[in-house]
């Protein structure tokens, strides 16, 4: 019998709901046990549910792991027109109990109205992808009978190439929650890379079709390995969007006499609109190696004169695993997991400052600088859980771990409150 299928399905608010297709998700006693009513909710009638997912591909074939992940990344403007825009979305994770196998992203929409215009919509959609491997899409349905309500699914396949039909119904059972989200032991090959070759390696796998990852490649192969870095202190800034790092550093800098130095680097600037448009795992490949690129300015410079950096390894690390791990704040990888331990093969700061405010004060002075914002700092305002994964993964950063900084006093007050933690924590500052 094949091993069930599971899912993850994303709640409305920030839960997570597991169910299986196919056989018992629980194996336990009962062969058939209902799923999660929550989720049960979002799959059954009186509305019509689908599940778009783009296949999984093993670790290894890096190739095929970006040519899925840019797959998802295309569909989605489709998604939003037409009958599938008046569809609710919520985020779907396939994967296999006990991992093998490859996850599977993608979404779950609901269609309130349960029409077939939808299904037309979605099945022109598959059709337009030309490309091997194409979407699965599986339909969800129930039945009420004495038993209660029950479930199914039912792919639907092409057959003889050209017609689209649907498979037999296989029941949707219960699946027990695993103990760590099933994105977790994938976030080291697909966002949270623990070494440069790591990042490198899927930075090379773009290089056929993004000019502009030749270019980054370059530009960290110019990188020595191995950076002797000078006597001087390195002190990171980071922070969520907004809070008063561009602020900080630039007074910090100039009370030290330190050089001012960011993650990416200036360097980058030409490809980084061109990398923001890709998916999460070439985007953080990107910015990873934007860190080694920028650890060899900071090793330079510390040669010189105290270094001060905004933004380093922590903002990759924090923004890929709120990003990659859906669900709330319960579902991320506990305090101590090895994700969120510094890369051994990157330079150290000597201390890194976390500016936090209130999200009222943080919400003040965005509208304060009134710059346009990026999709990232709209998702950080819409969404509380979003903000409040990214803030919990900075806190559980471990060596160097971040220190808390309150930054919602004056300019004036914050930057005597670092410049105390900066003294305390670099005696070799002179
Ligand atoms: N301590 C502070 N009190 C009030 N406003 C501040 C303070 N620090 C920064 N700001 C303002 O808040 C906005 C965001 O600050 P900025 O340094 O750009 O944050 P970040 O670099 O973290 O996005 C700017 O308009 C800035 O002038
Ligand atoms: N070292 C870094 C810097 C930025 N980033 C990403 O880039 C986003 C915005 O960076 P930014 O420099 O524009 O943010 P601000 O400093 O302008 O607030 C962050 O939220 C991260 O998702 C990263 O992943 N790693």
Not at 355 to 378: F, M, N, Y
């Amino acid at each position: 019998m094949a091993q069930p299928r599971c899912f993850a399905l994303e709640l409305p608010g920030g839960g997570l709901a597991h169910f299986a297709v196919g056989a018992a998700g629980s194996g336990g006693a009962d062969p058939d046990p209902d799923p999660d009513p929550r989720a049960a909710a979002l799959l059954g009638p009186p509305g019509r549910s689908y599940a778009l997912l783009v296949p999984g591909a093993p670790g290894a074939d890096l190739a095929a792991r970006v040519r899925a992940a840019r797959l998802l990344r295309r569909l989605l403007p489709a998604l939003r027109r037409g009958p599938l825009g008046r569809c609710e979305r919520l985020r779907l994770l396939g994967y296999r109990p006990g991992g093998g196998g490859g996850l599977q992203r993608g979404l779950l929409l609901r269609d309130p109205g349960a029409g077939p215009a939808t299904r037309r919509a979605l099945l022109a959609l598959l059709d337009s992808c030309l490309e091997a491997p194409r979407p699965s899409l599986g339909e969800f349905g129930g039945e009420f009978g004495g038993a209660g309500l029950r479930l199914w699914q039912r792919p639907w396949e092409l057959r003889g190439g050209r017609e689209w039909r649907q498979a037999e119904p296989e029941r949707v059972v219960a699946a027990p929650e695993p103990a760590l989200h099933p994105a977790v032991p994938d976030l080291p090959r697909a966002a949270v890379f623990p070494h440069r070759e790591a990042a490198r390696a899927v930075l090379e796998a773009c290089t056929p079709f993004l000019p502009a990852a030749g270019a980054v490649l370059e530009l960290v192969d110019r990188c020595p390995r191995q950076l002797p870095r000078g006597p001087f202190p390195v002190i990171v800034v980071e922070g969520l969007d907004a809070t008063g790092k561009t602020t900080v550093t630039r007074a910090l800098a100039d009370a030290l006499g330190a050089a001012l130095l960011r993650s990416p680097p200036a360097g980058l600037s030409p490809w980084r609109q061109a990398f923001d448009e890709e998916p999460d795992m070439v985007r953080r490949a990107f910015y990873s190696l934007g860190n080694y690129i920028a650890a060899s300015e900071i090793a330079a410079a510390s040669a010189r004169a105290p270094v001060v950096v905004d933004r380093f390894w922590h903002s990759t690390a924090a923004y890929a695993i709120a990003t990659e791990v859906s669900g709330a704040v319960q579902h991320l990888p506990p305090a101590r997991h090895p994700i969120y331990q510094w890369p051994k093969d990157l330079l150290r700061p000597d201390l890194v400052v976390l500016l936090t405010v209130s999200p009222e004060e943080r919400r003040e002075r965005i509208r304060g600088r009134g710059l346009e914002r990026t999709a990232e700092e709209e998702e950080l305002e819409a969404s509380s859980t979003f903000r409040q994964k990214v803030e919990a993964c900075y806190e559980r950063m471990e060596d160097p771990g971040c220190h808390a900084v309150d930054a919602s006093p004056s300019r004036e007050q914050v930057l005597q409150a670092v410049l105390g933690l900066v003294r305390d924590r670099c005696p070799q500052l002179p």
